[in-house]
Nanobody, 123 residues
Framework: VQLQASGGGLVQPGGSLRLSCAAS????????LGWFRQAPGKEREGVSC????????YYSDSVKGRFTLSRGNANNTVYLQMNSLKPEDTAVYYC?????????????????WGKGTLVTVSS
């Protein structure tokens, strides 16, 4: 399984960015695709995940109402639209997939990871 994330960059506070993740190589249906982030000195945290088992999308409280996860027509593509960005959103963002089960939008529950893309929110 390969996950390719893109779309990071430098943006001013209040601005927007859209991250993309293309997943390939699945031999089993995935349980979930999601976005995680890790800021310097902090643990990796779940930002938003789509669960294929119940069709639900989950968001962390810190991004609810500002970020939107969507899926592409190919189903193995997910996007993260990030609006009203804040300096505290600065982090490396990772795309991840859960293949062996759905344990919630937590880093330990994901099985495959892509390389991260850096998002910097600064004036």
């Amino acid at each position: 399984v390969q996950l390719q994330a893109s779309g990071g960059g430098l943006v001013q506070p209040g601005g927007s960015l859209r991250l993309s993740c293309a997943a390939s190589g699945f031999t089993l249906p995935y349980w979930a695709l999601g976005w995680f982030r890790q800021a310097p000195g902090k643990e990796r945290e779940g930002v938003s995940c789509y669960s294929s088992s119940d069709g639900m999308t989950y968001y962390s409280d810190s991004v609810k109402g500002r970020f939107t996860l969507s899926r592409g027509n190919a189903n193995n593509t997910v996007y993260l639209q990030m609006n009203s960005l804040k300096p505290e959103d600065t982090a490396v963002y990772y795309c991840a997939a859960a293949v062996f089960g759905w344990y919630g939008c937590v880093a330990d529950g994901m099985d495959y990871w892509g390389k991260g893309t850096l998002v910097t929110v600064s004036s």
